[in-house]
């Protein structure tokens, strides 16, 4: 098996390594700091096994309402691509994460809920209103 390793900046605190050359896709994430920004979804769903560290995730439903929710390391959770959340807290230092991913769905979005619900793509820079995430909803 010829594995190939694709490292990825994403930002100052959160950086990844694709793994290439398996029959799946996956990656190993790095976050040495909370989410920088507005909350996101993502363009597949996934299954995340926290490796080493653990995180504190704020997660928005429908209406845009939060609540926390805690990663422990050495547990897995499945991740649907409509899942909105932030990483807002590392409580043991740096997190490590392999990301089983499941196939392309949708672009990933980014989300504001401060004056109402609001999304962008990640390459847009106009927001969209919405009454209700529609996608999270059912």
């Known amino acids: 098996m010829d594995l190939q390793f694709h490292h990825e ?6 950086e990844k390594w694709h793994i290439l050359g398996l029959p799946f896709d996956c990656a190993i994430h790095h ?16 299954t995340s096994h926290i490796l080493a560290g653990g995180y504190t995730e704020e ?9 926390l929710v805690y990663r422990h390391p050495g547990t897995a959770h499945q991740v649907r691509a409509t899942h909105i959340h932030r990483i807002i807290d590392l409580p043991l230092g740096d ?14 979005r980014f989300w504001r809920f401060s004056d109402g619900i609001q999304s962008r793509a990640w390459h847009e820079s106009d927001w969209t209103r919405h009454d209700i995430i529609s996608d999270l909803a059912a």
């Open 9 to 14: 900046r994403m930002n100052d605190q959160f």
């Open 31 to 46: 976050f040495t700091g909370p989410d920088q920004g507005d909350p996101h979804d993502h363009p597949f769903n996934f």
């Open 59 to 67: 997660v928005f439903s429908p209406t845009g309402a939060a609540a």
């Open 95 to 108: 997190c490590w994460t392999l990301i089983l991913a499941g196939p392309h769905e949708r672009e990933t």
